[in-house]
């Protein structure tokens, strides 16, 4: 759970955070009998707890395709990201994969930790992708062929571009955005939204990936993994990874709000997918991601902690994410408010500031053309007054001595 001084400071994450400790719980047993399952389940809660809890509430043969769709391309991109791996034995293992999955003998050692089990035992997931139907089974095909011979190419070509750059991530990511849509479109409870839309879906979150882990990136050993286009980098600093030094920040504050400003230009097609969706499972599942995208960008915004460690939202406001994203309503509001805060962060001094603020003036438009702001309750802008610090401390003093008693009962 969130530590003690962040619901202090914020007490009312409080009640969201212990409704996702115990939704997390219940996820965790959610786990089929069958060993093929089994271990796919367990491993989705092992890479991904978020996504393996917003996946529950699928219906249940639709919940299993994008499970799969998962750790398929979480596979493939973990022997993709392995930069201990020659090319000349990478390439053709990416341009394979799609054929992979239909042989319940293959796997390939390589990945840390939990991403080295799911390799080692990758035949678990091939036996569960063939208890598949066709429909989803092709989907999963196509894109996992298109995803991996795309990522071969990237293997032997730099980021040079913005046109690379949105090429990139539509191979690692938009397609992902394309996949999901067939997936929905196969269970028969969505129409086929456009490719276009979809891809950007995809975009917006992996660009949002990208910006928060440019240090982690670009640390890796025993090669740096390098997605910040030269095309943008190169107007701050040489090199790319000049701008984890302390004394290029002002310039690497600079190059970070150029990429965040052309992660915003995804954002009204995302919420165009998002109005559209029909079904209020299918609606969650994408939603909860593309909101805690918005919100991550506004954090790393203008933030030259970037550059410096880990900057991720506090899991308190992570638990309202989740237990408070329901309804379109919510996500135009969610999207209002983190844009306020990102307008609220731009100096004009900034090099992009007019197109940034212009960027930001857009989405804000989108978000009171639909109408809908009056019909959600912020939870992002300031805390509810009506806790007091004496109230928590005073609860949690209470929730821990009921917890030991239970722990000492069952011990018993």
Not at 5 to 13: C, I, M, Q, T, Y
Request: hydrophobic share 45%; aromatic share 10%.
């Amino acid at each position: 759970m969130g530590s003690l001084g962040a619901v202090l400071k914020h007490p009312d994450d409080l009640f969201p955070l212990l409704k996702l400790k115990r939704a997390m719980k219940h996820a965790a047993k959610q786990i089929p009998p069958e060993p093929h399952w089994g271990f796919c389940y367990s491993m989705l809660h092992k890479v991904s707890r978020s996504f393996a809890l917003v996946i529950q509430q699928l219906d249940t043969n639709l919940r299993n395709a994008v499970c799969i769709f998962y750790l398929v391309l979480r596979a493939l991109d973990t022997v993709e990201d392995d930069t201990s791996i020659a090319a000349d034995v990478k390439v053709p293992i990416l341009i394979a994969f799609h054929r992979h999955i239909y042989d319940r003998e293959w796997h390939f050692a390589c990945g840390e930790k939990d991403y080295k089990v799911l390799m080692d035992q990758f035949h678990h997931v091939s036996t569960a992708f063939l208890e598949l139907g066709e429909s989803f089974q092709k989907a999963i095909e196509d894109i996992t062929k298109r995803m991996g011979a795309g990522m071969a190419k990237f293997i032997l070509k730099e980021v040079e571009t913005i046109d690379d750059y949105d090429e990139y991530c539509h191979y690692v990511a938009g397609l992902v955005g394309l996949g999901l849509s067939k997936l929905f479109h196969a269970s028969g409870t969505e129409d086929l939204l456009s490719d276009d839309l979809s891809n950007s879906m995809g975009l917006f979150l992996q660009k949002t990936n990208i910006i928060r882990d440019y240090l982690e990136d670009i640390n890796e050993i025993p090669k740096s993994r390098m997605f910040w286009p030269r095309q943008i980098w190169s107007k701050y600093v040489i090199k790319l990874e000049d701008l984890k030094y302390e004394e290029n920040s002002e310039k690497a504050v600079q190059c970070l709000n150029d990429m965040v400003t052309n992660a915003l230009m995804h954002v009204e097609d995302c919420l165009i997918y998002m109005a559209a969706l029909r079904d209020p499972a299918i609606f969650r599942f994408c939603a909860i991601p593309q909101v805690m995208a918005i919100g991550t960008l506004a954090l790393c915004y203008n933030n030259i902690e970037v550059f410096r460690g880990v900057v991720k939202m506090r899991r308190g406001l992570t638990a309202k994410v989740i237990d408070q994203t329901k309804t379109i309503a919510d996500v135009y509001g969610a999207f209002f408010d983190f844009s306020c805060i990102l307008k609220s962060k731009v100096d004009m001094n900034d090099p992009n500031a007019e197109k940034t603020r212009s960027r930001l003036n857009a989405i804000q438009k989108t978000c009171r053309d639909s109408g809908l702001l009056n019909q959600r309750k912020s939870y992002v802008v300031k805390s509810n007054p009506r806790y007091n610090t004496a109230f928590i401390v005073m609860l949690i003093i209470i929730l821990s001595v009921i917890f030991a008693y239970l722990s000492a009962k069952r011990t018993n």
